[in-house]
């Protein structure tokens, strides 16, 4: 009995030692195992599965560098974006100081603009331009930053901050490289973001308008006018001033309405003078043929200016 008990003692004691001999020398191999290889999680009949994170690959080093800088490139080129971002973010710390770093920072914001993650893109282009602001991509990873910061612009009915920012950096590229082959598209982009100032503040016309805060409405028409002057917007800008002095003028005092029905002919004769093909041209003309009959009455009690 004694005999058996040593045996199997023995036996328990020869597999330990060998679990722990295999366990140092995998340790000490420093091997990647492949995705492949890793074995699969298996679930039995009636238990819930639980998820299982898994580093399929050591961390990244100056000995493995050149190793997970080929695979960052291929994921880059299999447009596996966040696993590419990943590893850049890993290596960019251990290149400083070598020629691939520059190459690195900018792969790793244009995976964060492919990817569609607009914020951190522009912030990581911009820091690109900013540590490397001579080399051949520089002018392509600023063009990116304001693509990026392009893109992240709201809605005109939002806050505008973003788009004020947007054009600043744009008019900043165009100073920096006025011969880039970018200039096109940042006039595109440029002629968009203006269009969206313009429609916010014509809302704000409108608004006006509609609430019957009439003096405000002539005062922000007047500002717009002055601001957007070449917009495609001011066809109905001065369409809204027209209303906006009509529905004045008619809710006045028999003293102040003369000045007022002027004041509606003025921005009639702005419609027809400018814009005679808009679609906005043949009320006015309606409304100024009514101005024009009611100003008979009143003919000796309007200032000559």
């Known amino acids: 009995m004694e005999k058996k008990t040593c045996n199997i003692l023995l036996v328990i004691l020869l ?15 420093g091997t990647i195992v492949p995705e492949t ?14 998820t299982i994170t898994r580093m399929s690959n050591k961390r990244v080093t100056f000995e493995t560098f050149d190793q997970h800088y080929a695979r960052a490139l291929k994921f880059y080129n299999n447009r596996q974006w966040l696993s590419a971002a990943g590893l850049f973010q890993e290596l960019y710390p251990l290149s400083l100081g070598t020629p691939r770093a520059d190459t690195i920072l900018f792969l790793f914001a244009d995976s964060y603009y492919q990817n569609g993650d607009y914020n951190m893109a522009s912030f990581h282009f911009r820091d690109y331009v900013r ?10 990873a600023f063009f990116r930053c304001i693509q990026a910061v392009y893109k992240t612009c709201p809605d005109y009915s939002l806050d505008q901050s973003n788009t004020q920012f947007a054009i ?31 429609r916010k503040k014509l809302e704000i016309v ?4 509609n609430t019957d805060h009439y003096e405000a409405c002539q005062i922000t028409a007047q500002s717009f006018f002055n601001e957007y002057a070449y917009s495609p917007l001011m066809p109905e800008a001065v369409y809204y001033l027209v209303l906006n002095n009509y529905e004045y003028a008619k809710r006045s005092t ?17 419609m027809s003078n400018n814009y005679p093909d808009s679609k906005y041209a043949k009320e006015t003309e309606k ?13 000796n009690q309007i200032s000559p200016k």
């Open 206 to 209: 409108k608004l006006y308008y």
């Open 254 to 270: 028999e003293r102040k309405k003369p000045e007022r029905l002027k004041a509606c002919l003025d921005a009639c004769q702005r």
């Open 37 to 50: 290889a890793m074995p699969k999680d298996t679930v039995k009949p009636g238990k819930k599965k639980t």
């Open 168 to 198: 600043e950096q744009i008019k900043t590229f165009l100073q920096a490289y006025p011969d880039s082959k970018h200039i096109e598209e940042c006039n595109t982009m440029l002629d968009d973001l203006r269009l969206k100032l313009a």
């Open 131 to 140: 540590r490397y602001p001579n080399t051949d991509r520089t002018e392509d």
């Open 287 to 299: 409304i100024a043929q009514e101005v024009t009959k009611q100003l008979e009455k009143y003919k």
């Open 15 to 29: 597999a330990f030692a060998v679990n722990v001999c295999a366990a140092e020398l995998g340790s000490a191999a």
